[in-house]
């Protein structure tokens, strides 16, 4: 037995109701009524009703819950049908290219590139070049300029405008923060270093000291409104290392408008991941990219998929966690990656000699 209570404007229109829904043998357990004349009058009625029969509803949850493992189960083996099938597809087509073509598919792939994605750039090549593409250079150099026409690329050296770094918690901001700083001062610039953490200073003390040893400029606020101030405070180049809190990321740059922004990404992170990440950000047009921890991934296809699908140009790789395990990529040395496979996949880092 369960008592459950209902309120109504007054006794009559509540008992009419309840009539209605429960039969006139409805079991009234208590009428309150309350208000006086000022206040809305209103009355409460309870009833008492059968307990739910408890069994059913767990057997009905169960049975929603096979249900619904059983379609997923469907879902899925249906997916991997069609994409079983679609690469088929694929494999069908890339037999019409020249060797060379069907090499360079292959070894793209083999990296973790987006097979349709490699499918599409390769075709292109074929539109292009035809049976030159019998020639493995001429067939390397077209798809290489493919590849150019879809992947930009900023090189951070040229840039003397503040930068923002913007990117998940632990993707490596701070660190590549710290990397960038080295390499443009040994470019001669002048540089000066702000944190900007409304929560944790703490969390900065490492960029500080790094910042002392380096003789360069460090300012840590955890006041918004510091911020352009700070960077509009003098004519070094800064640049800007936020938490990762994505709404306080938002919020820097709603203060920052027109800034450069660098959107740093793990190498690793999943590609769906990437994309939602950069989607977070309605405006990131003056942005750029760059991939961290390119050491801890097997292979490195997947950064040139990425790329093309974001739409953003690539101004910087990281390669480990020392402060010069940075690398600033072009065409040439992006195309060789995306080929070769990771050379700085941990495993295989050799003991220095
Ligand atoms: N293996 C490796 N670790 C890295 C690299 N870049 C950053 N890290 C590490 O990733 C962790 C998070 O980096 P941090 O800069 O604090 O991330 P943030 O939260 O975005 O500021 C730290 O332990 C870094 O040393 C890299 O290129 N390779
Ligand atoms: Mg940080």
Redesign the pocket.
């Known amino acids: 037995m369960r008592v459950k209570t209902y309120v109504f404007e007054d006794v009559k229109v509540g008992m009419e109701a309840i009539k209605a829904q429960y039969g006139s043998d409805a079991m009234i357990v208590d009428i309150k009524q309350n208000g006086n004349q000022v206040a809305q009058k209103s009355c409460e009625i309870s009833i008492a009703l059968e307990a739910e029969p408890q069994s059913n509803t767990c057997d009905l949850v169960d049975v929603r819950k096979k249900t619904e493992a059983i379609w997923n189960y469907a879902l899925m083996l249906m997916n991997n049908r069609l994409a079983d099938i679609e690469n088929d597809i694929i494999k069908e087509r890339t037999r019409e290219y020249p060797l060379p073509l069907r090499i360079l598919f292959d070894r793209l792939v083999k990296n973790g590139f987006d097979r349709k994605l490699a499918m599409s750039l390769i075709s292109e090549v074929f539109g292009e070049i035809g049976d030159a593409a019998q020639d493995s250079i001429r067939a390397n150099t077209s798809l290489r300029r493919a590849m150019a026409r879809q992947i930009s690329f900023v090189n951070i050296i040229d840039e003397s405008g503040p930068i923002l770094?913007l990117?998940?918690?632990?993707?490596?901001?701070?660190?590549?923060?710290k990397k960038l700083a080295k390499l443009l001062t040994t470019k001669e610039k002048a540089l000066s270093i702000v944190a900007y953490d409304p929560f944790a200073k703490g969390s900065y003390d490492d960029l500080m000291s790094f910042s002392e040893r380096h003789g360069l400029p460090f300012s840590f606020t955890t006041n918004e409104e510091d911020v352009s101030f700070i960077v509009e405070r003098d004519r070094r180049q800064k640049i800007i290392?936020v938490?990762?809190h994505l709404n306080i990321q938002r919020k820097v740059l709603e203060k920052l408008r027109d800034i450069k922004k660098m959107i740093?990404l793990?190498a690793g992170a999943r590609d769906d991941k990437m994309q939602s990440y950069c989607s977070n950000f309605s405006d990131i047009a003056n942005s750029m990219i760059g991939f961290?921890?390119?050491?801890?991934e097997e292979s490195l296809g997947h950064i040139g998929h990425n790329l093309i699908n974001l739409g953003q140009p690539l101004s910087f790789l990281?390669?480990?966690?020392d402060i010069d395990?940075?690398v600033i990529p072009d065409h040439e040395s992006l195309f060789k990656i995306l080929l070769e496979g990771n050379t700085w996949k941990?495993e295989e880092r050799k003991p220095l000699q």
């Open positions: 770094m990117g998940p918690t632990g993707s490596g901001k701070t660190q590549t923060t290392d938490t990762g740093v793990p961290t921890k390119l050491d801890e990281t390669t480990g966690i395990d940075i941990k």
